[in-house]
């Protein structure tokens, strides 16, 4: 049998309920999931941490260029299952992202590997610099770039 030691893990696991973290027993707050996010090239690469989550217990959602993700960390399921400590947050997780309109939200990709989801969302092209001809009276052409 495995036993806690340390004298500070119920203060901390007593903080961290005050503060809306996600412990067990405190479900009714969604927990804030930690997220790395970069453009890379001509799309936006979105990673959020979720180790433990299976990836049917993720939600996506988008709705006016808001993206919603959120998991669900489960118990441990079985009858015969025994918990000796439980330090790992379990409940929902849940955060927004607002979505600038220089966004194609309607070709947004996603990926689950190793505990990780990765969405990358492509930059739409109404938004990438193009390049506008001028034309003039003279035979001299010019081109800009907008």
């Known amino acids: 049998m495995l036993m806690r030691t340390d004298p500070f893990r119920e203060l901390d696991r007593l903080t961290q309920q005050m503060f809306g973290t ?10 804030a999931m930690p997220m790395d996010a970069y453009r890379d090239g001509d799309e936006f690469v979105v990673c959020f ?30 009858k015969d299952v025994q918990m000796q400590v439980s330090e790992r ?18 070709h947004i990709s996603a990926g689950y590997e190793a505990g990780v989801l990765t969405l990358r969302i492509p930059i739409a092209e109404k938004a990438k610099p193009r390049r506008i001809e001028i034309t003039g009276s003279t035979s001299d052409r010019k081109e800009i770039q907008a």
């Open 22 to 31: 996600a412990t067990p027993g405190t479900w009714s707050k969604p927990a």
């Open 49 to 78: 941490d979720l180790p433990g989550v299976a990836a049917d217990a993720i939600e996506l959602d988008v709705e006016r260029n808001v993206l919603t993700v959120k998991a669900e960390r489960r118990p441990i399921p079985g």
């Open 89 to 106: 947050p379990l409940g929902v997780f849940s955060r927004q992202l607002f979505l600038g309109d220089a966004l194609d939200t309607d």
